[in-house]
Each structure stands twice: as structure tokens, then as C-alpha cells.
């Protein structure tokens, strides 16, 4: 009976361990399992000698981006997002999204990419439903950009009755103004004006 031997030295004084380790996928969690670890007691090389982890860790890995594709499908319906017209606006066939919630069709590793993109940047479906047309998807980028800046930008100016500003690119400018009015109470108001002008040129 042949002995397994250490792939490094071809000693067959090999022990074997087990250890845990983590496993994590965006969107999909994480999990942990245990695998087996060889040690060469001659050359002290470590690892997987004989593939006894590899159907763990992939089906592990399977079951994780099965989740992802869950949790991700979940979240567009959750905030009313049109699975039909997600399928149009990407030309996935009809669906196809459908059968990877329901376990139905598993997802290609290009369709689970996809999923992930969309979920990060919502705004690459809008781009999808304008052919992919280069002027609209600066728009549209622009747009999504400066809906995440706004928050994070001071307007306010406690010192000034009036203050404004400007944030621009070569193609785009956010033009900001911040002033304050009185009421029929003659109570102040602050009030914000933003506007984007943006250049298709």
C-alpha cells in the first residue's frame, strides 16, 4: 500500500492537524470551518497536501455567494426596486433574477460581480437605461456623486447672512447658495439653493 508522502521532501512522517479558519463574502456573511493541516515532520513544510479541504471550502464558498445573491435580490425589493426592469435595463434575460433568489439557476461568477455592482452604485442601472450614452453617464455619475457630498458640506455659516460657493469640474458645477429670510413672523429661515450645471461638450 503506497503511504502518502510530504510533496516538499517525500517523507511520509506527516501529521495531521485541524485548525478553523474564516471564510467571508460581501453580502453574503461569513462562515467558519474546519480544516485539516499537514505538517511534514522532516522539512516542517505545512499545508493541504492531499485536497482534503477543497470540496469543504468550495461548497462553503457556493453557499456564501448563493447568500450574497439572497441578501442583494432582498435589498432591491425591499427599496422597490423593479426586478423586471433590472433585467431590462441590464439585458439579463426574464427572470433570471428570480431563479437566483429561488435557487432555481445558480449565478455565473460575472453575474454575482454584477449584483455586488449594482447593489454599491445604484446609479449604474440608470446608466444601463441610457445605452450606456458616455455624456448621460457623466451625468448621471455626477449626480450620484454630489447626492453623498451634500450631506458632508457645511452651508451653514452662522457669521453671514449670505454665503455661497462653488464646487466644479470640467464638465460640471455645483453652485451653492446659503441665506437667510424672514417670515410674515418675522422669524428667520435658513434656506439652501443647489444647483448642478453640467456641459455635454
Request: with cysteine; glycine share 4%; charged share 25%.
Amino acid at each position: 500500500m503506497n503511504k502518502q508522502r510530504c510533496p516538499a521532501c517525500g517523507s511520509i512522517d506527516i501529521t495531521d492537524e485541524k485548525k478553523s479558519i474564516l471564510i467571508k463574502k460581501p453580502f453574503g456573511g461569513q462562515d467558519n470551518i474546519e480544516i485539516h493541516e499537514n505538517i511534514c515532520s522532516i522539512c516542517g513544510s505545512r499545508g493541504d497536501f492531499f485536497n482534503q479541504n477543497e470540496l469543504l471550502i468550495d461548497e462553503t464558498i457556493k453557499k456564501l455567494q448563493q447568500k450574497s445573491i439572497e441578501n442583494i435580490l432582498n435589498y432591491f425589493i425591499d427599496n422597490k426596486m423593479s426586478m423586471s426592469s433590472i433585467e431590462r435595463a441590464l439585458e439579463i434575460p426574464q427572470r433570471t433574477l428570480t431563479k437566483w433568489k429561488n435557487r432555481t439557476n445558480a449565478p455565473s461568477s460575472a453575474g454575482i460581480a454584477l449584483m455586488r455592482f449594482i447593489k454599491l452604485f445604484p446609479w449604474l442601472l440608470e446608466v444601463a437605461e441610457n445605452k450606456y450614452d458616455y455624456s448621460e453617464a457623466q451625468k448621471i455619475h455626477i449626480n450620484a456623486a454630489i447626492q453623498k457630498l451634500l450631506p458632508e458640506m457645511d452651508f451653514c455659516k452662522e457669521n453671514f447672512v449670505e454665503a455661497g460657493g462653488i464646487v466644479a469640474t470640467s464638465r460640471s458645477a455645483l453652485l451653492y447658495r446659503y441665506y437667510k429670510k424672514k417670515n410674515i413672523n418675522n422669524q428667520e429661515n435658513a434656506f439652501n439653493e443647489v444647483t448642478l450645471v453640467t456641459s455635454t461638450e
